[in-house]
């Protein structure tokens, strides 16, 4: 069984813990633009990156029961526009990743399958995440590059997945992530690439998470931050601002702009309950006022940015269990506000 708290305790900066997680998703809005959809053997009818909302809503699916309300695809709440199955499985080849559901939650692929096609044919984008806590999938070659692409198309095939949410706690190297993720859209011209980095991994455009997110922008959908279990972090002002708050997140998604990033490809990742994570819950309408300050300059903390981004990509959730756990409070209150943008 899963823990009950999707987060890392693998990252500690003298006055700064950090940790995070969770998904997202968007249209790339580089200079690929939005990309006509590959043919695919996949079972269902693939909605693809051309089908993700301006203003998107992404939340992770749980393929395990840790406490939280257990879901299949088809419960899940119709406010997201992104799905994330977590999580892929590592093989004994570096690089490589399979899925197998979990045999605890009595649910039959030949069923997944059809809800995975049902969630598309509604217009939502599922994807695979990559990682979590203990996800030790290790893409440091060019041989793991390799295998890490070719099974990610594989099970996109397989499955009818969208594309792949890239939600690594354990280090990433940029030169070879970006050699696979180059290499599924090269496969899957329509590929939904998302990416749920922690706070630290963000702030700067040094750091490998980020330089991997610059090296894919022209097919990049959206990098969901995790906004929790984390400590205190560098706003885009210099200024240091405390998890829980709402200069938190959105003077870290300031980081993330002025780093290079489109607004689009930003969205805000926070938990669904103040059990989905060890720290950072703040209350879904929290989520909503720093939206509207980073997209309008409303509803700001201390913080205001010097600019307006209304194509603010929208937020994201861990998880849509926990959400159904707490009463679906954060999906009907972030997701109405999201698709109102």
């Given at each position: 069984?899963?823990?009950?708290?999707?987060?890392?305790?693998?990252?500690?900066?003298?006055?700064l813990t950090?940790?995070?997680?969770?998904?997202?998703g968007?249209?790339a809005?580089?200079?690929a633009?939005?990309?006509?959809?590959?043919?695919?053997?996949?079972?269902?009818?693939r909605?693809?990156a051309?089908?993700?909302?301006?203003?998107?809503?992404?939340g992770?699916?749980?393929?395990?029961?840790?406490g939280?309300?257990v879901?299949?695809?088809?419960?899940?709440?119709?406010?997201y526009?992104?799905i994330?199955?977590?999580?892929?499985?590592?093989?004994?080849?570096?690089?490589?990743v399979?899925?197998?559901l979990?045999?605890?939650?009595?649910?039959?692929?030949?069923?997944?399958?059809?809800?995975?096609a049902?969630?598309?044919?509604?217009?939502?984008?599922?994807?695979?995440?990559v990682?979590?806590?203990?996800?030790?999938v290790?893409?440091?070659?060019d041989?793991?590059?390799?295998?890490f692409?070719?099974?990610?198309?594989?099970l996109m095939?397989?499955?009818?997945?969208?594309?792949?949410?890239i939600?690594?706690?354990?280090?990433?190297?940029a030169?070879?992530?970006?050699?696979?993720l180059e290499?599924v859209h090269?496969?899957?011209?329509?590929?939904v690439?998302?990416?749920?980095p922690q706070?630290?991994?963000m702030?700067s455009?040094?750091?490998?998470?980020?330089?991997?997110?610059?090296?894919?922008?022209?097919?990049?959908?959206?990098v969901n931050?995790?906004y929790?279990n984390?400590g205190?972090?560098?706003g885009?002002?210099?200024?240091?601002?405390?998890?829980?708050?709402?200069d938190?997140?959105?003077?870290?998604?300031c980081?993330?702009?002025?780093?290079?990033?489109?607004?689009?490809?930003v969205?805000?990742?926070?938990?669904?309950?103040?059990?989905?994570a060890?720290?950072?819950y703040?209350?879904?309408?929290?989520?909503?006022?720093?939206l509207?300050?980073?997209?309008?300059?409303t509803?700001c903390?201390?913080?205001?940015?010097?600019?307006?981004?209304?194509?603010i990509?929208?937020?994201?959730?861990?998880?849509?269990?926990?959400?159904a756990?707490?009463?679906n409070?954060?999906?009907?209150?972030?997701?109405p506000h999201?698709?109102?943008?």
């Amino acid at each position: 069984m899963a823990p009950p708290r999707r987060f890392s305790s693998l990252r500690a900066l003298a006055a700064l813990t950090t940790s995070a997680l969770a998904a997202a998703g968007l249209l790339a809005l580089g200079p690929a633009g939005a990309h006509a959809e590959t043919p695919t053997t996949a079972p269902g009818p693939r909605a693809g990156a051309s089908q993700v909302p301006a203003h998107a809503v992404t939340g992770y699916w749980q393929n395990f029961d840790n406490g939280a309300t257990v879901q299949t695809l088809a419960e899940v709440q119709d406010e997201y526009d992104i799905i994330a199955v977590a999580f892929a499985d590592a093989t004994t080849t570096a690089g490589q990743v399979d899925f197998t559901l979990d045999p605890a939650l009595g649910y039959s692929e030949e069923q997944f399958k059809a809800d995975v096609a049902a969630k598309q044919a509604e217009g939502k984008s599922v994807v695979l995440s990559v990682g979590g806590e203990k996800g030790a999938v290790s893409v440091s070659d060019d041989a793991s590059a390799d295998a890490f692409a070719d099974s990610v198309v594989s099970l996109m095939d397989e499955y009818g997945f969208d594309g792949v949410d890239i939600d690594l706690e354990n280090g990433l190297n940029a030169t070879y992530m970006t050699k696979a993720l180059e290499a599924v859209h090269a496969a899957k011209s329509d590929v939904v690439v998302t990416m749920a980095p922690q706070t630290i991994d963000m702030q700067s455009p040094q750091n490998e998470y980020f330089k991997t997110a610059l090296n894919i922008k022209s097919f990049l959908t959206a990098v969901n931050m995790q906004y929790y279990n984390s400590g205190s972090m560098n706003g885009c002002d210099g200024k240091v601002y405390p998890s829980g708050t709402v200069d938190f997140l959105t003077s870290l998604a300031c980081v993330q702009i002025k780093g290079g990033l489109d607004p689009s490809q930003v969205g805000i990742g926070t938990p669904a309950s103040p059990q989905a994570a060890g720290s950072g819950y703040v209350e879904p309408g929290v989520v909503n006022d720093a939206l509207d300050c980073l997209a309008k300059g409303t509803s700001c903390g201390s913080f205001t940015p010097d600019e307006k981004w209304p194509g603010i990509r929208g937020a994201m959730t861990w998880s849509t269990a926990w959400d159904a756990a707490a009463g679906n409070a954060w999906s009907s209150t972030v997701g109405p506000h999201v698709h109102g943008m």
